[in-house]
Structure formats: C-alpha cells, structure tokens
C-alpha cells in the first residue's frame, strides 16, 4: 500500500506565475488536509477537503488560494499569482476516518517544496 | 487564543537516557492529543494518540502522559538512541472538529552516542 503520494517534490516559481500542489492519499482514505510549514515555524493547518467537498478552509488565506478534491484524481493546491512569502515547504495528508474523525492518526505525505524567486 | 507551546531549545541527551518532552496548551480543551516524528526534509510521521480521558499511553520506548489539569502532554523515549534524533511535535485536536491538527512548533531532539 503506496503511502501519500505528493508531486512535484520542488517546484520553483517566479513572482506572479502559478504553482500547482497535487496530492494522492493513501488507498482507501477519502479525507484529505493540507498544512503548510513557513522556515523556522511549525507546521499550520490550511484546508480540509473530502471527495468533492471542501469541508474547512478556515486556514486558506483569503486570496490566491484554493484547493480541490475531485471524484477522480489527486487533490490540488493551487497558489495563483505567488509571491516570495508563498515559498514553504506544504505538506498533505489523508487519513481513513468516517467523518475525519479526530481519533484517526493522519498519514503525510513527504511534502512539496515551493520556492518563489 | 489559542497556543501550544513546546520547548523551542534542542534537547541534547546521551544515548540509553531518557528523553522527556513537553507540551503545554492554554485557551484550549482538545479531546485527543498527538504526537509526531519529524526528520529534516519528511513530513511527520504519527507516533501516538492519547484521549483526554487517559492519563497514559504507552508504545514499545515510547511513553505519553496527558494531564487536562496542568494542560500539559510530557512524551518519553526510554532507552535512547541516535537513531531517535529528530524534531518531535505535539498536535491538537479539538472534541468538536474536523480532525485537523493545530501544531506546536516542535522540539528538536539529539541523541549522542
């Protein structure tokens, strides 16, 4: 069983461009998060998506940012019209609870690395 | 508001010791407590879970206690070993939510030999 799978690893963007995050759960999990971790902070809870829903974005800023979790395929971050403080490291994870519950451990993926130059 | 705090200076023990963490959360009442392994370039790798109804969990080297009173979580690695060095982070889960996690900022942990 493939655990989390992220793409790319390093994704370097000039200011103003696009940056697209993909993110493939574990099989069989349908409940999928994003976190993003700046340098030298902790890792910060972003959006919180099942299949076709977004459950919490409480986390997204408000701009730029948004996220999906289609019937098919991976769920994607997607940062539109980056800046330099938009680079971090952003990390997803998926888990296997019927309601996302919160006594389910959750699986990460090994992260993206987003450089904004 | 809400904060979790865990000790932001690197702890430097001597391999067979016991390492003890700390976690401390204010303005928060979470119904379950994590924690997580982090190696340099990974993402977090999920250790234990304990309810707040727990006093103790415990997992091979691994040892968490959960104190609602003090509002503190302490994690323990008995028997350390270098291979056990990395960053270690506590999360929170709130009774009402939606399972996401809201992190301290981890405490970073060197194991000499």
């Keep these: ?117 | 508001s809400q904060k979790i705090e865990q000790n932001s200076e690197a702890l430097n023990i001597q391999e067979g010791k016991t390492a003890t963490l700390t976690c401390n959360y204010t303005n928060y009442s979470p119904a379950y407590l994590q924690w997580y392994r982090q190696d340099p370039g990974r993402g977090p790798v999920f250790l234990l879970l304990i309810r707040e109804n727990e006093k103790e969990k415990r997992k091979e080297r691994l040892k968490v206690t959960f104190d609602t009173t003090l509002k503190q979580s302490l994690f323990h690695i008995t028997a350390s070993q270098p291979a056990d060095s990395a960053t270690y982070l506590c999360a929170l889960v709130g009774s009402s939510n939606t399972g996401k996690l809201i992190f301290g900022q981890g405490t970073t942990l060197q194991v000499k030999p």
Excluded at chain 1, 36 to 47: A, D, I, S, T, Y
Excluded at chain 1, 51 to 70: H, L, Q, T, V
Excluded at chain 1, 84 to 100: E, I, K, M, N, Q
Aim: aromatic share 10%; charged share 25%; hydrophobic share 30%.
């Design chain 1, 1 to 117: 069983n493939a655990g989390v799978m992220q793409n790319p690893r390093h994704l370097v963007r000039r200011r103003g461009q696009e940056a697209r995050l993909r993110c493939s759960p574990m099989k069989g999990h349908s409940h999928v998060y994003w976190y993003r971790q700046l340098p030298e902070e902790g890792l910060k809870f972003m959006v919180y998506l099942q299949k076709e829903n977004i459950i919490d974005e409480s986390g997204m800023p408000k701009e730029r940012f948004s996220a999906e979790f289609p019937k098919e395929g991976p769920s994607i971050l997607r940062i539109q019209q980056v800046v330099r403080g938009d680079s971090a490291a952003y990390f997803c994870a998926s888990s296997p609870g019927l309601a996302g519950g919160p006594d389910y451990e959750q699986y990460f993926g090994p992260g993206t690395r987003l450089t904004v130059t």
